[in-house]
């Protein structure tokens, strides 16, 4: 008995030996995103695979957002991390870079339901905006695009599926990657992370985009913050690597736009981008954060979320919330008592404005409504208000979206900071210390480009260019000392100078506008001892 034992160990020991390796040393996926010296450098898999000992299938590169040559890898294997990064420090081709991330969700989602009152809009004067525009289209016609970045959308939803954007250069459903752009039958949208159309259905993304456009006095459901907009859906909202190539899908649209005088791409003025990495710097993801430089440069503002966390992202970080761009606009929560939410994220320096979020309404999975909260609900309050300032009836602010795409997202930008309501409880939590206002960022972008302008100061010309001279005609009313004040948007003092006029006639100032004066709205106060006249000028 024992010898036979003895035999059957003697199979056995040596198959366990062999086995036991491949059973403690699973693959790992090494994720990394690169920038490289120019469109043209790559990283070669093969050699890569050549260089650790492992096969070329086992590396996968991408090309993820080429105005700045930044691509994505993947190594699954078990190779030492310390192998991979010592093959890319000596890579001549490789300029920089950074381990790729994963990205959470930033909703809160409680389980009361109320379908009867939509208090947020009620809020941020939502109504009276509509009395002059729901949104759409621009005075000249073309369609207004927001683009959502996120993990899934219900593009059946009957509140939504009316206002989602088409690609028109694509053909559904037939296999093939009609307009070349690298992405096959992304008819309805893109999914950036499996290079298709495959947009699954998901609560989040279904939830933000119910805020911004869900259809508008159609008898059923809720209204969003535009009636009419043609949404823009990108599914890619997991890493890193996945952020970056779902902001340039929305940025080539939106430079074919610019290139071809409407005519080809999508008008897009705002991306939605509701998640983010908690405790993390700007200094970590530079590649990042540059993203929003390039998007801004075509047109593009970009709205974020802080995490929902009690905390100060100024002092423990928050990705992309710390990114430094001036066309990234940052949202905290409030309540309905226009208080900062318990769980929203704050911070003088890092976040810019509030909006409603707490238990907010929007559309959910399978044709649904629910509660949907957090930063993930007031953010895209603020990229709905940007697509439904474009749609403001103003001949003279359609043209210059041609002539001057940046500077019209700067004058945007800051038309919805100098309208936000200032509030007390918000000082020091935001940048502003207010809270949005929709309808007061409409009337203050309809006055900026009104024909005739009744003010008692007018400014010639408008908009000026920086370190330039403009003129300012004005009829005094009194002969003493008067004092010339700029304000940017933010309500901070920019620029003083002082005149004393000689008659009670019309008379024309000098102002030069100083070079540190970058591109965006001011206000030029005219103070005497008895009389102040204000009026907003454009600085591009």
């Not at 491949?22 to 090494?30: G, L, S, V």
């Not at 310390?82 to 490789?94: Q, T």
């Not at 203050?444 to 024909?451: F, I, R, V």
């Not at 100083?514 to 001892?529: H, Q, R, S």
Request: with cysteine.
């Amino acid at each position: 008995m024992i010898s036979r034992y003895l035999v059957l160990l003697t199979f056995i020991l040596p198959l366990l030996a062999y086995s036991s390796p491949i059973e403690n040393d699973p693959k790992t996926e090494h994720r990394y995103i690169l920038q490289l010296k120019n469109n043209k450098s790559i990283v070669s898999e093969s050699d890569l695979a050549e260089y650790l000992g492992i096969g070329a299938k086992e590396i996968k590169t991408k090309l993820i957002f080429p105005s700045l040559s930044i691509s994505s890898l993947i190594v699954s294997s078990s190779v030492s991390k310390d192998d991979i990064e010592n093959y890319l420090d000596k890579n001549l081709s490789v300029i920089s870079f950074y381990i790729d991330a994963k990205t959470t969700l930033r909703s809160t989602i409680p389980n009361d339901v109320d379908f009867s009152e939509q208090w947020n809009l009620n809020l941020i004067s939502a109504p009276d905006a509509w009395d002059k525009t729901t949104g759409g289209k621009t005075t000249d016609g073309h369609e207004i695009v927001v683009a959502i970045i996120d993990n899934g959308y219900d593009i059946e939803h009957e509140d939504l599926q009316d206002n989602i954007w088409i690609n028109e250069a694509e053909t559904p459903g037939n296999g093939v990657d009609d307009d070349e752009n690298g992405y096959i039958d992304d008819y309805f949208g893109v999914n950036t992370t499996s290079g298709n159309g495959d947009l699954r259905s998901r609560t989040h993304g279904t939830g933000v985009a119910g805020i911004i456009g869900a259809k508008g006095n159609n008898r059923s459901g809720i209204s969003g913050v535009n009636w009419d907009i043609k949404m823009m859906l990108i599914s890619g909202a997991a890493f890193v690597s996945d952020i970056i190539e779902s902001y340039n899908y929305a940025l080539t649209q939106r430079r074919l736009f610019n290139t071809t005088n409407g005519q080809e791409g999508a008008l897009v003025v705002a991306t939605n981008f509701s998640s983010g990495i908690d405790n993390a710097f700007a200094t970590e993801y530079p590649l990042w954060c540059a993203v929003y430089d390039e998007l801004g440069q075509a047109g593009i503002l970009s709205a974020v979320a802080p995490p929902n966390k009690n905390v100060n992202i100024d002092e423990v970080g928050d990705m992309p919330a710390n990114c430094p761009s001036e066309f990234l606009m940052v949202v905290n929560n409030i309540t309905r008592n226009e208080d900062l939410a318990s769980d929203s994220g704050y911070g003088s320096r890092d976040v810019d404005i509030a909006a409603p979020g707490d238990g907010s309404i929007s559309t959910s999975i399978q044709n649904s409504y629910n509660d949907f909260s957090g930063t993930s609900a007031s953010t895209p309050h603020v990229a709905g208000a940007i697509g439904l300032m474009y749609a403001t009836d103003r001949e003279g602010f359609s043209d210059q979206l041609f002539t001057d795409p940046q500077g019209t997202a700067i004058i945007v930008r800051d038309i919805i900071y100098s309208s936000a309501i200032k509030k007390e409880c918000l000082l020091n939590l935001n940048v502003t210390g207010a809270r949005l206002d929709l309808n007061e960022a409409l009337n203050q972008l309809e006055n900026l480009y009104a024909a005739d302008n009744t003010s008692e100061i007018k400014i010639i010309p408008n908009p000026v260019s920086s370190n330039s001279n403009l003129f300012v005609e004005y009829l005094p009313k009194e002969l003493v000392t008067h004092e010339v004040d700029i304000f940017d948007s933010m309500g901070r003092w920019v620029q003083h100078q002082k005149f004393t006029p000689s008659t009670l006639e019309s008379m024309r100032i000098q102002v030069l506008i100083k070079e540190n004066l970058g591109a965006g709205v001011y206000f030029m106060k005219i103070t005497g001892n008895e009389n102040k006249s204000t009026e907003s000028f454009i600085v591009y």
